[in-house]
């Protein structure tokens, strides 16, 4: 019995998902990458046919190879308006919501500063009375 593999893995693989999975794999990475690599070696074997070749018309070539240099930073420009796009989407919709919540926000910090005032009026209001009486009864004696 095998001890690499844990206890609670099975011992021996299923042929049926083995199969499929090896089919998957074929198709989803093996696939797109063999023709993602034959279009960057035809790419590159065109460039390097075009410098190669004695044909005397260097700025058509040198034109074809700038197009071949500004498409992948267009694609990256592409791809960072589209993600600016969405980020100003997002906070367009966000933005309709914080009225709501900064309403709220609000309210609550409201009502925390009326139980606040009124905590510290009722702790203050003792101190108060008696320095209000002590006042009163100095002003009392003066008079007289």
Same mark, same amino acid.
């Given at each position: 019995?095998?001890?690499?593999?844990?206890?609670?893995?099975?011992?021996?693989?299923?042929?049926?998902?083995?199969?499929?999975?090896?089919?998957?794999?074929?198709?989803? +990475?093996? /696939?797109?990458? #063999?023709?993602?690599?034959? &279009?960057? %070696?035809? *790419?590159?074997?065109?460039?390097?046919? !075009?410098?190669?070749?004695?044909?005397?018309?260097?700025?058509?070539?040198?034109?074809?190879?700038?197009?071949?240099?500004? +498409?992948? /930073?267009?694609? #990256?420009?592409?791809?960072? &308006?589209? %993600?600016? *796009?969405?980020?100003?989407?997002?906070? !367009?919709?966000?933005?309709?919501?914080?009225?709501?919540?900064?309403?709220?926000?609000?309210?609550?910090?409201?009502?925390?500063?009326?139980?606040?005032?009124?905590?510290?009026?009722?702790?203050?209001?003792?101190?108060?009375?008696?320095?209000?009486?002590?006042?009163?009864?100095?002003?009392?004696?003066?008079?007289?």
């Amino acid at each position: 019995m095998q001890k690499d593999r844990p206890d609670f893995l099975p011992q021996s693989r299923n042929p049926l998902t083995q199969r499929e999975h090896h089919r998957e794999v074929l198709w989803q +990475i093996t /696939l797109p990458m #063999a023709v993602g690599v034959l &279009l960057v %070696l035809a *790419a590159a074997t065109g460039v390097i046919w !075009a410098g190669v070749a004695n044909t005397g018309d260097v700025s058509k070539w040198a034109d074809v190879s700038l197009i071949w240099l500004i +498409i992948p /930073l267009m694609l #990256a420009a592409l791809l960072f &308006l589209g %993600l600016l *796009a969405g980020l100003v989407y997002v906070l !367009a919709l966000g933005l309709r919501r914080v009225p709501f919540f900064m309403y709220r926000v609000q309210v609550f910090f409201k009502q925390v500063s009326l139980q606040v005032r009124k905590v510290s009026n009722g702790a203050v209001e003792p101190v108060m009375r008696v320095q209000s009486l002590t006042a009163a009864w100095k002003a009392l004696w003066r008079r007289r």
